[in-house]
């Protein structure tokens, strides 16, 4: 609906015409309303007569079509990713992106610009907005940044003839973390990351330890490594005359090395 706004055509009478699909509610009255009106142009002629004097003047009404605005699907990625933002190609008209609280557009006039910069982690609201003529309208899309959190595994350890040890990894804080080994050792708690693990005999055995927050992900490894025990057997007692040459005769090590002190 609108209203048309001619002028008084006292002392003579006044009529509006047009050639259109809309309706004039009241023809006679300057500020007559219209109905029936869909986006396009519309021209209404406002005739004035009085006696043998005739005028008229056009005016031109222009419905825009509104174009509804959709910023397409919230997202969620790990601190320091690059997103591409999804919302809608205008039919007509053009839109624009808005960062209202960082994270920096390629290209603010394209539906599908890219998003840089979001280095810290939280909440990122980005805001499309269509503008057509006249008609304008917007919507929010969130994009909420996780933190990454890095995985420490701790330090690895070299230990002589046990079958237990307790891991020693960094808290995750925020996020979960698990303990996983492709080894024959068993884990007591994988989410714990001062675990124990029994089951060791001797070997090497590689321990993971991954922190997941949210889309982020981080993972690192530790190694323990489990020596045999070589029990030393130095030989039988010897009883000599003085001055003569002795030969030891203590046990050769399967693993490692010996020494004489």
Request: proline share 3%; hydrophobic share 40%.
């Amino acid at each position: 609906i609108a209203t048309l706004n001619g002028n008084n055509p006292a002392p003579g009478t006044g009529l509006w015409t047009t050639t259109s699909s809309a309706s004039i509610t009241a023809p006679s009255n300057p500020a007559t309303g219209i109905t029936g009106l869909t986006a396009g142009i519309y021209s209404f002629v406002w005739t004035i007569t009085n006696g043998s004097c005739v005028t008229n003047d056009t005016v031109v009404i222009i419905i825009d079509t509104l174009i509804t605005s959709n910023a397409g699907p919230d997202q969620q990625v790990c601190e320091g990713s690059n997103v591409v933002l999804a919302a809608n190609t205008p039919s007509s008209g053009s839109g624009n992106w808005t960062a209202l609280n960082g994270g920096t557009l390629a290209n603010a006039g394209a539906s599908n610009s890219a998003v840089s910069g979001l280095t810290v982690a939280g909440n990122y609201s980005f805001v499309w907005t269509i503008t057509n003529g006249s008609c304008i309208s917007s919507d929010t899309v969130i994009i909420q940044v996780d933190l990454q959190v890095v995985a420490n595994a701790g330090t690895d350890q070299q230990l002589c003839g046990v079958t237990a040890t307790n891991l020693s990894a960094n808290a995750a804080l925020p996020g979960a973390g698990s303990w996983t080994t492709s080894s024959t050792a068993t884990i007591t708690n994988a989410s714990d990351e001062n675990s124990a693990v029994t089951g060791l005999t001797n070997g090497m055995y590689d321990f993971i330890w991954t922190i997941t927050n949210g889309t982020c992900t981080s993972d690192d490894t530790v190694t323990i490594y489990i020596d045999s025990l070589e029990i030393a057997n130095a030989g039988a007692d010897q009883q000599i005359c003085s001055g003569s040459i002795v030969t030891m005769s203590a046990n050769a090590p399967a693993a490692g090395i010996g020494l004489w002190t």
